[in-house]
């Protein structure tokens, strides 16, 4: 049933051919741009603010959508091989990571909603730490995606322990704290909701950057299959 | 950018052709079989059951790379158009799903063993409802995917709703209880994360049932597509 899988080893840092990267839509506001950085914004900031994503959150699905459409398209008419072909199929799996991502972000910018009423608990500095690892992972995979940069979406892969890492002293440090005080305990959810959010989001990076390393080599490293 | 996606209305209750659901391997255990029971363990079961969906998700993670990799053999041997270059981009997507469902089993069943070691709840009602309706959409959709029934794949997407419902539900009573007595907090986030994961298990059978009114009506229902 497994057939070997093509494999090509052109240069891990060369620009995509034919059907590259700018085949597709390009977002005027990217969930890179939404997602992490909602949790940055404190007490007493305009709350209009954490009203947008929902309206890019449906740009971003327009966009998953014409991705979709454009590589069926291609499939359909082009008859792409090797890289060509691992890049299209890469490419919806990538939208709809993306798409994910924006969801992630209107997750994370209702709870800073609900934070931002309640006004009773700052977010912890580990929060704020994973907020700005999981953006510069997203950002780093998408770079690594536009570049066809195998080396930077390795380096990606293995930053993704030090999020899932803060993740767990997010979760430890808020159950200590509802603990002591159970008044605080609806806000606390609050922050461990957006501490859930942003671990997704930093795993959606690495699932782009295994990707890229898929596109690039012909090469599997997802579900750590390298060993 | 955006073109015209070839559309094609060849019966909606209809085997597929060529390249049908039996192209692919066969889970010897499903993460259907994995994801919602898990819940339903009362204290007192033996522990080892909830250790099992770690060998299971390590099943699930192989099958769907070689799922992968038959989708790109085919579309590079075959040049299937229409409805079955669909099936195979459907396949790709439905196989990364089910991949999820999986972890979300295995996170389910971490919980269940940190609830079974602290045995001081008994998990709410509507979480085992959740678990019920979560695993029929998930057994739905996949019945859906594999007889091609697109009427089948919009009655499981509206079922949605109600586990969305349920999850919110679970989260209000949680809270209360977390409120009125602090000691059982570790396990009430436990039981959050339960029923998170159930919302998440209904809403990739809904990504699922999608795919397959996309499959057999070359139409896209997605992010409410219809309206």
Redesign the interface.
């Known amino acids: 049933?497994?057939?070997p899988?093509?494999t090509s080893q052109d240069g891990s840092d060369e620009r995509y051919s034919r059907c590259g990267p700018s085949t597709f839509?390009q977002p005027a506001l990217g969930p890179e741009g939404q997602a992490a950085d909602h949790v940055r914004r404190g007490p007493g900031r305009p709350r209009a603010r954490a009203r947008r994503p929902a309206q890019g959150d449906?740009e971003v699905?327009?966009l998953?959508?014409?991705v979709?459409?454009?590589?069926?398209?291609l499939?359909?008419t082009q008859?792409p091989?090797?890289r060509d072909?691992?890049l299209l199929?890469a490419a919806?799996?990538i939208a709809?990571d993306l798409e994910r991502v924006g969801d992630h972000a209107v997750n994370i910018a209702q709870s800073a909603e609900r934070l931002l009423a309640a006004r009773v608990i700052a977010p912890e500095p580990e929060l704020l730490e994973m907020a700005r690892q999981a953006r510069a992972m997203l950002s780093g995979a998408l770079d690594a995606f536009v570049r066809g940069d195998a080396g930077l979406g390795r380096e990606i892969c293995r930053r993704d322990d030090s999020v899932d890492a803060l993740h767990h002293s997010v979760?430890r440090i808020l159950?200590t704290h509802?603990?002591e005080d159970?008044h605080i305990?609806?806000a606390a959810?609050d922050l461990?909701l957006v501490s859930?959010n942003l671990e997704r989001v930093a795993d959606l990076a690495t699932n782009i950057a295994e990707d890229v390393v898929f596109v690039v080599e012909g090469k599997?490293i997802?579900?750590h299959?390298e060993g």
């Open positions: 049933m497994s057939a899988r093509p839509p449906r699905d327009h998953e959508l014409e979709e459409e454009t590589v069926i398209r499939l359909a008859q091989m090797a072909l691992r199929v919806t799996k709809n979760f159950l509802m603990m159970p305990i609806g959810m461990f859930r599997t997802k579900h299959a």
